[in-house]
């Protein structure tokens, strides 16, 4: 994808602060971190959505995560490190890595009370939807 803000930076095309890179991947810092230390993982093979990306990057992107969240933990002396794919701002599969604290009082997700039926009706559409 040739304008894909992601593309350009797995090409080396658009500055960013480098925290690991080899052939098939590249993580950097957010440019709008959560925390300090907040990364950003990326493949550099464009795939919009993580359901769209093919399995071994999937596996490989998760290894190296895995990886960089023992290095943010011991280097940034944070309790854990939050994982999130979301992935709408930017129309690339990658992964959030946030180094954060047991007390620093971020914000969670909101959550919702629904009711049995709610429940029942998505167990029922996710799981005969599962091939």
């Known amino acids: 994808m040739d304008n894909c803000i992601f593309c350009k930076i797995g090409r080396g095309e658009i ?7 080899d052939s098939n991947f590249i993580a950097f810092l957010d440019i709008n971190p959560v925390n300090k230390g907040h990364t950003l993982v990326i493949p550099k093979k464009h795939s919009t959505w993580m359901h769209d990306t093919e399995d071994e990057i999937i596996e490989e992107i998760f290894k190296i995560s895995k990886k960089i969240m023992r290095a943010m ?14 992935g709408k701002d930017i129309p690339h599969f990658h992964i959030h890595l946030i180094p954060r604290h047991l007390d620093d009082n971020l914000p969670q997700y ?4 629904l009711s049995k039926e709610e429940n029942l009706d998505a167990v029922e559409k996710i799981s005969k939807n599962i091939i």
């Not at 933990?73 to 979301?86: A, N």
């Open 15 to 21: 500055p960013h602060s480098k925290v690991y890179e």
């Open 73 to 86: 933990i011991k280097g940034l002396l944070c309790d854990y490190v939050q994982v999130t794919v979301i």
């Open 110 to 113: 909101s959550t919702q009370t």
